[in-house]
């Protein structure tokens, strides 16, 4: 019926995300939002939940998924998304939690309250102490009298308490972590051998023509030809404009000292800076520096940071301010300062050197040319763009519109995996595939600014391709699955000659021996349906898998119980403790929510729900 909070940490959200909201001003439900006297959208025993509590978490709910997704959501996509019955549950759980804390006479001092109060600066005055003007005013906005606010805190309080000994009760039982690390750190040595076709006495032998027509007609699907769409069409792209495009030297010109920066670059260096709080530490650092106690990584780790930390990137002598001359006075690697910059006084670590580039304008041109070229292209489909739309709109056909315009006419035979062409486009595979036969042919635009429009003339069914058509790619496959298959039976006889695993290594095989492989491990070149196998094999034990069209043969040679005394092992072990405790205390907390819930009873009033809803649309 419900879904409670799931931790200490998400328990204090609901009341401090409310006060979050008071501080900001980010919502504004009162009592007088809603029509009627109704205060409460239903209970949980004796306790109520306030409407505008409900209004609020869901509005910020909202509000937090359109931070998610990019876009705004309203309040049906809301609903669409659960969110609504998401906070409904919350606050169920919330009130059963704080009725539990009520029977079992759980409360805090006036001081808890006052201290939280005292807390949010939303409540402070000039001097920045609380201001207990400030605070009535703050909730007269939304509302509230300060003995329900206060009350709100005092029963979060409550809650926290309750829900904090809840959480804390259950632990993993040392025997499961124990079993669990065992099992998840043990390692296995073992011997694998992939077997080729080269591994086989014999090549398989040709096939016959009764062994190629029973393949072929055994499983049609890769040789039937998918269902296909005949389909002609209409299309301009700024590359069937080239020709027509007048390009315009002085504009060309203008375009390259508009974009200088792309083509002349001044000189650069590769720097990173460390900045030290005054200049006695700074010329301690570069004097440890010079005399080779320390490096300048070194240094960065003193203070807490990682080279990444420093980085600069690349920087031209005026991206360097005051430090751009010593810097840029530095003709290899090395280190510059301390100089003052506004941050204090820093070392500069000069990394590498990158000269100064120019590309001049008859270097340019051509790219130029040809961007000008494709863009007044662009330009000259999209003035068309109108009269292409008149004239397919006047019912003109696609053949007509060529005689009409530069648009040029086409057919394809189109099926799902098409992707030559113009059906490299988006836009006309969708098309393509939604097209139904007798629809008018609309105009529709590319990526690149072309625009085409299509007619489907017809759909052919799929049908099996003539055995002549296919022959040989049916021999092939034939071919391929035969020597899976021979190879398989080889590994099998293998396996039964060499069943110690210790022997594989003289079965004439290509082998290679594995030692501590631990699970979920990778082995190059092999499917992961080998290494799983290895940990479900008992030692000593040969086996066979096929899998993705290889055939490997497996010798478990050992397995190997973990060193619980190692710290890497021990780290292992305190996560899969945390972990199983913390999944625990999570389970057993919502099933004593669920209990308390039920045991108190929950009453809903769908009106007053559906009339919060109704604001909130």
Same mark, same amino acid.
């Given at each position: 019926?419900?879904?409670?909070?799931?931790?200490?940490?998400?328990?204090?959200?609901?009341?401090?995300?409310?006060?979050?909201?008071?501080?900001?001003?980010?919502?504004?439900?009162?009592?007088?939002?809603?029509?009627?006297?109704?205060?409460?959208?239903?209970?949980?025993?004796?306790?109520?939940?306030?409407?505008?509590? $409900?209004?609020? &978490?869901? /509005? @910020? #709910?909202?509000?937090?998924?359109?931070?998610?997704? !990019?876009?705004?959501? +309203?309040? =049906?996509?809301?609903?669409?998304?659960?969110?609504?019955?998401?906070?409904?549950?919350?606050?169920?759980?919330?009130?059963?939690?704080?009725?539990?804390?009520?029977?079992?006479?759980?409360?805090?001092?006036?001081?808890?309250?006052?201290?939280?109060?005292?807390?949010?600066?939303?409540?402070?005055?000039?001097?920045?102490?609380?201001?207990?003007?400030? $605070?009535?005013? &703050?909730? /007269? @906005? #939304?509302?509230?009298?300060?003995?329900?606010?206060? !009350?709100?805190?005092? +029963?979060? =309080?409550?809650?926290?308490?309750?829900?904090?000994?809840?959480?804390?009760?259950?632990?993993?039982?040392?025997?499961?972590?124990?079993?669990?690390?065992?099992?998840?750190?043990?390692?296995?040595?073992?011997?694998?051998?992939?077997?080729?076709?080269?591994?086989?006495?014999?090549?398989?032998?040709?096939?016959?023509?009764?062994?190629?027509?029973?393949? $072929?007609?055994?499983?049609? /699907?890769?040789?039937?030809?998918?269902?296909?769409?005949?389909?002609?069409?209409?299309?301009?792209?700024?590359?069937?404009?080239?020709?027509?495009?007048?390009?315009?030297?002085?504009?060309?010109?203008?375009?390259?000292?508009?974009?200088?920066?792309?083509?002349?670059?001044?000189?650069?260096?590769?720097?990173?800076?460390?900045?030290?709080?005054?200049?006695?530490?700074?010329?301690?650092?570069?004097?440890?520096?010079?005399?080779?106690?320390?490096?300048?990584?070194?240094?960065?780790?003193?203070?807490?940071?990682?080279?990444?930390?420093?980085?600069?990137?690349?920087?031209?002598?005026?991206?360097?301010?005051?430090?751009?001359?010593?810097?840029?006075?530095?003709?290899?690697?090395?280190?510059?300062?301390?100089?003052?910059?506004?941050?204090?006084?820093?070392?500069?670590?000069?990394?590498?050197?990158?000269?100064?580039?120019?590309?001049?304008?008859?270097?340019?041109?051509?790219?130029?040319?040809?961007?000008?070229?494709?863009?007044?292209?662009?330009?000259?489909?999209?003035?068309?763009?109108?009269?292409?739309?008149?004239?397919?709109?006047?019912?003109?056909?696609?053949?007509?519109?060529?005689?009409?315009?530069?648009?040029?006419?086409?057919?394809?035979?189109?099926?799902?995996?098409?992707?030559?062409?113009?059906?490299?486009?988006?836009?006309?595979?969708?098309?393509?595939?939604?097209?139904?036969?007798?629809?008018?042919?609309?105009?529709?635009?590319?990526?690149?600014?072309?625009?085409?429009?299509?007619?489907?003339?017809?759909?052919?069914?799929?049908?099996?391709?003539?055995?002549?058509?296919?022959?040989?790619?049916?021999?092939?496959?034939?071919?391929?699955?035969?020597?899976?298959?021979?190879?398989?039976?080889?590994?099998?006889?293998?396996?039964?000659?060499?069943?110690?695993?210790?022997?594989?290594?003289?079965?004439?095989?290509?082998?290679?021996?594995?030692?501590?492989?631990?699970?979920?491990?990778?082995?190059?070149?092999?499917?992961?349906?080998?290494?799983?196998?290895?940990?479900?094999?008992?030692?000593?034990?040969?086996?066979?898998?096929?899998?993705?069209?290889?055939?490997?043969?497996?010798?478990?040679?050992?397995?190997?119980?973990?060193?619980?005394?190692?710290?890497?092992?021990?780290?292992?072990?305190?996560?899969?403790?945390?972990?199983?405790?913390?999944?625990?205390?999570?389970?057993?907390?919502?099933?004593?929510?669920?209990?308390?819930?039920?045991?108190?009873?929950?009453?809903?009033?769908?009106?007053?729900?559906?009339?919060?809803?109704?604001?909130?649309?």
């Amino acid at each position: 019926m419900s879904t409670p909070l799931r931790s200490k940490k998400r328990g204090n959200t609901l009341i401090w995300a409310l006060m979050a909201m008071l501080m900001l001003g980010l919502v504004g439900f009162g009592t007088d939002n809603f029509g009627g006297s109704t205060q409460s959208i239903g209970s949980v025993g004796k306790k109520d939940i306030d409407l505008r509590d $409900y209004a609020r &978490a869901v /509005q @910020r #709910e909202m509000q937090a998924t359109s931070a998610q997704m !990019g876009q705004p959501v +309203n309040f =049906a996509m809301a609903q669409q998304l659960g969110i609504d019955q998401s906070v409904l549950a919350r606050l169920l759980a919330s009130a059963a939690l704080e009725g539990e804390a009520d029977r079992l006479g759980l409360s805090v001092g006036d001081g808890a309250v006052r201290d939280r109060l005292a807390s949010f600066t939303a409540f402070n005055g000039l001097d920045g102490k609380f201001d207990r003007e400030a $605070y009535k005013l &703050a909730l /007269q @906005r #939304e509302g509230m009298t300060e003995g329900d606010f206060e !009350g709100k805190l005092r +029963n979060e =309080a409550a809650r926290t308490i309750l829900q904090s000994a809840a959480l804390g009760a259950t632990t993993s039982p040392a025997i499961l972590d124990d079993r669990i690390t065992a099992w998840a750190t043990e390692t296995r040595d073992f011997t694998l051998a992939e077997l080729i076709p080269s591994d086989l006495p014999a090549p398989v032998a040709a096939p016959t023509e009764d062994q190629i027509k029973a393949y $072929y007609e055994a499983q049609p /699907q890769p040789y039937t030809k998918p269902e296909t769409r005949r389909i002609t069409y209409v299309w301009l792209s700024p590359e069937m404009l080239a020709d027509k495009v007048q390009l315009d030297e002085a504009a060309l010109r203008k375009s390259y000292e508009d974009r200088i920066k792309e083509f002349v670059t001044p000189e650069r260096r590769l720097v990173e800076k460390l900045v030290y709080p005054d200049m006695a530490a700074a010329e301690a650092a570069k004097t440890r520096l010079d005399k080779g106690e320390v490096d300048f990584a070194g240094l960065a780790k003193e203070r807490g940071l990682e080279l990444a930390d420093l980085d600069l990137g690349e920087v031209s002598k005026e991206d360097l301010g005051p430090a751009g001359d010593a810097v840029f006075a530095l003709t290899a690697p090395g280190i510059a300062g301390p100089i003052d910059t506004d941050l204090g006084p820093a070392l500069f670590a000069m990394n590498g050197i990158l000269d100064a580039q120019e590309v001049t304008f008859e270097e340019a041109r051509e790219d130029l040319s040809s961007e000008a070229q494709f863009d007044q292209a662009r330009r000259m489909i999209a003035e068309e763009n109108d009269t292409l739309q008149d004239l397919l709109a006047s019912g003109a056909t696609l053949e007509d519109v060529t005689k009409e315009s530069d648009m040029q006419l086409f057919t394809i035979e189109f099926d799902a995996t098409t992707q030559d062409g113009i059906a490299a486009y988006a836009p006309f595979r969708d098309a393509a595939l939604k097209a139904k036969e007798g629809d008018f042919p609309a105009l529709t635009a590319l990526d690149d600014g072309g625009v085409f429009a299509l007619r489907l003339d017809g759909i052919d069914p799929p049908a099996l391709r003539p055995l002549d058509e296919v022959r040989d790619q049916v021999v092939a496959d034939w071919a391929k699955a035969e020597t899976l298959a021979a190879l398989g039976r080889l590994a099998t006889e293998t396996a039964g000659k060499f069943s110690d695993p210790t022997l594989l290594e003289s079965s004439g095989l290509v082998t290679t021996r594995y030692d501590d492989f631990a699970r979920g491990g990778f082995i190059d070149g092999a499917p992961p349906e080998v290494a799983e196998k290895v940990f479900v094999m008992e030692p000593g034990k040969t086996a066979v898998v096929e899998a993705a069209g290889q055939v490997f043969l497996l010798g478990l040679r050992q397995v190997n119980a973990a060193d619980l005394a190692t710290p890497e092992v021990q780290q292992f072990h305190k996560q899969v403790d945390e972990q199983l405790s913390q999944a625990l205390s999570q389970d057993m907390f919502q099933l004593f929510t669920q209990t308390i819930e039920t045991r108190a009873g929950i009453q809903l009033d769908q009106a007053a729900i559906a009339a919060v809803n109704a604001q909130l649309n």
